[in-house]
């Protein structure tokens, strides 16, 4: 198993930037494929980034391409989502979220998920 804990959310404006961190504790790190995913106030969890097992592929939502970017340092177990640019309709709880053998875009595929971490932007 892997333990997700998520950090880095809080109150930005709009076209300001954060940088959210998960670290992961328990099994090798580098065996699981990373996501983030996001889920405002009365919407369904939506996909926003992913990244392979060894960093070598990344996906992004659409919506967040060119202003997110995903990026993993499997030596301090952890993965990163670096936000610029950031908009009032990126306000949402954000999670991370871990699976040994799946990567891709679909939240129900994966198996370990953080706590989440709130992101809010003002306009």
């Known amino acids: 198993q892997v333990q997700l804990v998520e950090s880095g959310g809080g109150l930005v404006q709009a076209g300001g930037s954060l940088r959210l961190s998960c670290a992961a504790s328990?099994?090798?790190?580098?065996?699981?494929?990373m996501g983030w995913f996001r889920q405002a106030p009365g919407k369904e969890r939506e996909f926003v980034a992913a990244?392979?097992?060894?960093?070598?592929?990344?996906t992004y939502f659409d919506s967040v391409k060119g202003r997110f970017t995903i990026s993993r340092d499997n030596a301090k177990n952890t993965v990163y989502l670096q936000m610029n640019s950031l908009k009032p309709e990126d306000t949402a709880v954000y999670y991370c979220?871990?699976?040994?053998?799946?990567?891709?875009?679909?939240?129900?595929?994966?198996?370990?998920w953080g706590q989440g971490t709130q992101v809010t932007v003002s306009s």
């Open positions: 979220a871990a699976d040994p053998q799946y990567y891709g875009t679909g939240w129900l595929k994966y198996d370990y």
């Open positions: 328990g099994r090798t790190f580098s065996s699981y494929a």
């Open positions: 990244i392979s097992w060894s960093g070598g592929s990344t």
